[in-house]
């Protein structure tokens, strides 16, 4: 939805002014009628204002870090691809790992679940391998998740301890798998679950 700013302040002072000439009654009927518009289509604004932000062809430019200009860079990081981890990944990567500007980003639904499995195994290595020898990466990061939509939820693995049991052996089995195919490499998991308090976080839990 597109609004004319000025235009929309322009009419808006216009009719406060009218306003302000009548009856007291007639004031707050008036007023409650404007209030009723302003806000109805306000929330609009506010849900549907971001995928017009760009017309057509317009371009924009956003700085890059002049360190990412480089050819390669140290470490893959992989992950689900679930919209509940998505802020507190890219925080967890680059500021608590350090790794800004340092590192390819493989999102997956399951993490390495399909690594794990034989039948979708050669694909994902064949991605990875792109990462690998493109980028020269020594390190690879993987954060599986808790109630993972991929491994069909919570609900499937029966207990919360099946279900971290089973995330844990995956995530072993595929650093076996890398590290079988990439002796050098280094290889680090982490568990990333939401937590249910008022003001949900996500924590993450180094596997060894
Ligand atoms: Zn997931």
């Known amino acids: 939805m597109y609004y004319n700013t000025d235009l929309f302040v322009f009419y808006f002072l216009t009719l406060l002014f009218e306003i302000f000439q009548m009856n007291k009654n007639w004031k707050f009927v008036c007023l409650g009628i404007i209030l009723s518009f302003i806000i109805s ?8 204002s971001l995928p017009d932000l760009l017309v057509d062809n317009q371009q924009i430019a956003i700085t890059a870090n002049p360190d990412a200009a480089r050819n390669d860079c140290d470490t893959l990081v992989i992950t689900c691809i ?9 925080e967890f990567i680059n500021n608590t790992l350090g790794l800004k500007d340092n590192y390819d980003h493989i999102s997956i639904p399951g993490s390495i679940y399909n690594l794990v499995n ?20 020594k390190r690879i990061v993987i954060i599986s998740h808790k109630d993972c939509g991929g491994y069909g939820g919570s609900v499937s693995f029966g207990s919360e301890i099946a279900e971290y049991e089973t995330l844990c052996t995956d995530l072993r089995n595929a650093r076996e798998l890398l590290i079988e195919r990439y002796p050098t490499l280094e290889v680090d998991l982490f568990i990333e679950s939401l937590t249910t308090e008022e003001k949900p976080k996500v924590r993450f839990e180094k596997i060894p």
């Open 82 to 90: 679930d919209y509940r981890f998505a802020i507190a990944n890219q």
């Open 41 to 48: 289509p306000g929330c609009a604004y506010n849900k549907s």
């Open 118 to 137: 034989p039948e979708t195994r050669d694909l994902l290595f064949s991605k990875f391998s792109l990462s690998v020898s493109l980028h020269l990466i």
